[in-house]
């Protein structure tokens, strides 16, 4: 008699669902040749909510929303009422000390105790502003490392990082966690100070039980098993948050699933299978940059793209699978596995969106609802949010 769950036994797990979306999506963004803009982007963080806020609207999925400081540097106070008047609020609050010429060689890890002090400090401001908004944790990416053998004393900056991040550390607040992002390479190509998830897990396990691993399923190197780093995370208690986004190259911060839908899936799998899943110690976000599709209309995709796959993941028959696996039967657990996988449960989502009063097919919705246009129409004059190129 088969196990396998109906999508009937799932939906109580999905519907409690929640993907955080990043302000700095909805500005202009592209490659180091050209940034283009468009009509209607926003020119201030107020405008980011609101777009944001039209994704949560119509997917029911994202009620929270990144800030990036200090591209996103405004009245706090202000801004927390303005989301909570669109039915959204403000979460994870990401540092940024890359674009500062005081950084070319390094932030938190420089040589200089001066231009350290400047960016631990531009983190301790990104603290007060969690203070501000009620946000629950600081994510902190490095654009630091090395171009060429010998450039840098690379154990030297491994100590002074060290001694950094837990000067950030002993300012957070109760109920306040770091989150540590890793990248593989860019932008420099000899050594990164924060490479993978290893030597993330080293930093933050040194500092407490406050810091976490964030990994961001596009900075890893071509063919890397990220849904074993998910699962080795998960075991050992050190996951705090995930950046979406998909890759075909580098980090390409594409729509999520877009190169990848399977490896979104066993990602999940793993997800699940570790008790990640609507877990509130982990946050599920977007990171993703929108060069060339409209960029509410690339939100609204990547987060139905993330729901369509969770669904699946929950339709694993995990009885019938574990027991093929204790029998060493490879054919049979990987058909149970694949059968969930190709299962098409587009159409079961669309109704169950509908019973919840959501519009069975939220772009179709966007594209319906003028918001478009009328944003176009008004956002005329000032500058354009982006992050420059």
């Known amino acids: ?169 002993d300012r957070l607040g109760e109920g306040q966690r770091m989150v540590l992002e890793y990248k593989f390479f860019e932008p420099s190509f000899y050594h990164t100070d924060v490479p993978d998830w290893g030597t993330s897990y080293t930093q933050v396990a040194a500092l407490g039980d406050k810091a976490l691993v964030c990994l961001d399923t596009g900075h890893h190197a071509p063919g890397t098993n990220i849904e074993f780093i998910v699962m080795q995370l998960l075991r050992l208690g050190k996951l705090g948050s995930f950046d979406f986004n998909s890759r075909f190259y580098a980090d390409d911060d594409l729509m999520v699933g877009a190169a990848d839908p399977f490896q979104l899936f066993r990602i999940i799998h793993e997800v699940i299978r570790g008790g990640g899943l609507n877990s509130p110690d982990i946050a599920f976000m977007l990171d993703q940059c929108h060069n060339v599709e409209n960029k509410i209309e690339g939100q609204i995709r990547s987060v139905l793209n993330v729901q369509e796959m969770t669904a699946r993941a929950l339709l694993i028959d995990t009885e019938a699978l574990t027991k093929a696996q204790r029998a060493g039967d490879v054919i049979t657990a990987n058909d149970i596995f694949m059968d969930a996988f190709y299962t098409d449960v587009r159409g079961d989502l669309a109704e169950w969106r509908v019973s919840r009063g959501l519009p069975a097919d939220p772009i179709r919705a966007f594209r319906e609802s003028g918001y478009q246009e009328q944003i176009a129409a008004d956002r005329v004059g000032g500058t354009q949010a982006g992050w420059g190129a």
């Not at 039209?54 to 405004?74: F, N, R, S």
């Not at 944790?137 to 100590?159: C, F, T």
Request: aromatic share 8%.
């Open 1 to 169: 008699m088969s196990t396998r769950p109906t999508f009937a036994d799932i939906t109580d797990q999905f519907a409690a669902q929640e993907i955080e979306l990043p302000s700095w999506a909805f500005g202009n963004s592209g490659t180091r040749f050209k940034v283009f803009g468009t009509p209607g982007t926003p020119r201030d963080p107020f405008e980011k909510i609101a777009d944001a806020a039209k994704v949560h609207e119509l997917t029911g999925l994202a009620p929270q929303v990144a800030l990036h400081i200090p591209w996103d540097l405004c009245d706090f106070d202000e801004l927390t009422a303005h989301a909570a008047g669109l039915g959204v609020r403000l979460g994870t609050v990401n540092s940024n000390t890359f674009q500062d010429d005081d950084y070319k060689f390094g932030a938190l890890t420089h040589e200089d105790e001066r231009i350290r002090t400047k960016a631990i400090d531009a983190h301790l401001e990104c603290i007060d502003v969690m203070d501000r908004t009620g946000s629950r944790d600081l994510k902190i990416w490095l654009a630091e490392g090395s171009n060429y053998p010998g450039q840098a004393d690379m154990r030297g900056r491994q100590d002074r990082l060290h001694d950094s991040l837990s000067k950030i550390y």
